[in-house]
């Protein structure tokens, strides 16, 4: 059963850096079959695709957030990291790693969330 | 940016009424349209995939559509359960986006 597990910093000061990690058990982020992304949700609002990652370390980003965002993986920690560069209360939601079932496809498997909260 | 939009943005329904929400697309996508289920404070679950593809382990009530620009999600027979949001998401063209959400509330 796959597993996906976020972690964070909770709050995060405006300007300064985020950071996230999410660690996969259950299945192998070096299975070529499947790509690995970050989304957040902002309270109260809708889904926003951030990035994706493939194994090999090619990487897709939303164009909003590209000059600000670095996905990541680490294969022998089985974790996709996420940095968020000069964050502003804009950038607080709940943050969600999840699988994607090939690299213009469908979200399958979902973490339960982090939320980070940025303050002032 | 491809942006899709859904109706209604809210619904309250009956038990064993039939649910209907659409997602129209802003320009043409082919079947890459996902429809995802989120309760509460839930993460989404993945409900349909590539338009009207079924999900092992979803009930059989759920399922999708497609007419051109214009996605289906129905649920046939409402039950107390699937009291939640409800997103669609296509996976076209980057970046990937998602509807606006629909709220769908039992009576």
């Known amino acids: 059963q796959l597993q996906l597990q976020e972690s964070g910093p909770g709050l995060v000061k405006a300007s300064e850096s985020l950071s996230l990690t999410c660690t996969v058990s259950?299945?192998?982020?070096?299975?070529?079959?499947?790509?690995w992304g970050w989304l957040r949700q902002p309270p109260g609002e809708g889904l926003e695709w951030v990035a994706t990652?493939?194994?090999?370390?090619?990487?897709y980003y939303n164009p909003s957030l590209k000059s600000r965002v670095t996905i990541s993986v680490d294969m022998s920690k089985n974790q996709l990291s996420l940095r968020l560069n000069s964050v502003t209360a804009a950038d607080t939601a709940v943050y969600y790693c999840?699988?994607?079932?090939?690299?213009?496809?469908?979200?399958?498997?979902w973490g339960q969330g982090t939320r980070v909260t940025v303050s002032s | 940016e491809i942006v899709l939009t859904q109706s209604p943005d809210f619904q309250s329904l009956t038990p064993k009424e039939k649910m209907t929400i659409t997602c129209r697309a802003s320009?043409?996508?082919?079947?890459?349209l996902h429809w995802y289920q989120q309760k509460g404070d839930q993460s989404p679950k993945l409900i349909i995939k590539?338009?009207?593809q079924s999900i092992s382990g979803v009930p059989s009530r759920f399922s999708g559509s497609a007419s051109g620009t214009d996605f289906t999600l129905t649920i046939n027979g409402l039950e107390a359960e699937d009291a939640a949001t409800y997103y669609c998401?296509?996976?076209?063209?980057?970046?990937?986006?998602f509807g606006q959400g629909t709220k769908v509330e039992i009576k």
């Open positions: 990652v493939f194994f090999d370390g090619s990487a």
């Open positions: 259950g299945g192998f982020i070096r299975q070529s079959d499947y790509y």
């Open positions: 998401h296509q996976s076209t063209s980057l970046p990937w986006t």
């Open positions: 590539y338009a009207s």
């Open positions: 320009e043409s996508i082919g079947s890459s």
């Open positions: 999840a699988r994607q079932g090939g690299s213009y496809s469908y979200f399958d498997s």
